[in-house]
């Protein structure tokens, strides 16, 4: 004769008053968010099916990892790669970790192409688009993503930072170096360390010396 599955106690976590202790006859079998037990209508002295437990298993694992994803994008604006990483390391499973991902781009939660926008908008005037676009693939940013934003960006804006910065290095680099060879050797090193193009660090330096001489 086949045992029924029946549920014998729903307890409420003493650390936790949002979760429950679920037991099937007599002995715990799983814990849940107490917000499933009225999704499913779970209650004592009821028969239940396995399978219809195992989705109520599921659905609970995917609000756990939801739930952590959505304290991850509280912090701040985060790329899927880094959401998806973090999710991982703290152990949940690829499979809920994925529909979480497509939950949090169809609220726009996440969105690398607002991402790749902000932060271009908030380097451009720090950096090379070279050094910009190098940390936005190591946050996962796919290429094409970024060398549309970088596209859009204003030029303009680059270029006149580009001078500013290599102008500011330039002061730094006079007060104690006296060889202006050496100094513009080392003005266009750090230039390209920004991440700037050798055309770019070429029009800057020509810009600064009126003498190509110089550095080529």
């Known amino acids: 004769m ?8 729903i307890e409420t976590q003493k650390k936790n008053i949002d979760r429950v202790n679920i037991y099937i006859n007599h002995e715990y079998a799983f814990s849940c968010s107490a ?16 399978d219809d437990l ?15 994803a959505l304290k991850i994008v509280e912090r701040g604006y985060k790329t899927e790669k880094q959401v998806y990483d973090k999710l991982i390391q703290k152990e949940y499973e690829e499979a809920y970790v994925e529909k979480v991902i497509e939950f949090l781009k169809n609220y726009n939660l996440i969105n690398d192409r607002e991402y790749a926008k902000l932060y271009i908008n908030d380097k451009i005037k720090l950096q090379g688009r070279n050094k910009i ?25 680059s270029e006149s930072a580009a001078l500013s910065i290599a102008e500011k290095k330039y002061r730094s680099l006079s007060r104690s170096e006296n060889d202006q060879k ?28 009126k003498d190509e001489e110089l550095y080529e």
């Open 133 to 157: 676009k190098y940390d936005l693939i190591k946050k996962g940013i796919e290429e094409h993503i970024i060398e549309d934003m970088l596209e859009n960006s204003d030029k303009h804006i």
């Open 54 to 68: 195992k989705e109520v298993i599921d659905q609970d694992n995917f609000m756990k990892c939801k739930n952590a």
């Open 2 to 9: 086949e045992m029924k599955n029946i549920i014998t106690k």
């Open 182 to 209: 050496k100094i513009y050797k080392k003005l266009g090193e750090f230039m390209l360390r920004k991440g700037y193009s050798w055309g770019e660090v070429k029009l800057v330096l020509n810009s600064i010396l």
């Open 35 to 50: 917000e499933l037990i009225y999704i499913h209508k779970l209650k004592v002295n009821e028969k239940v099916d396995l």
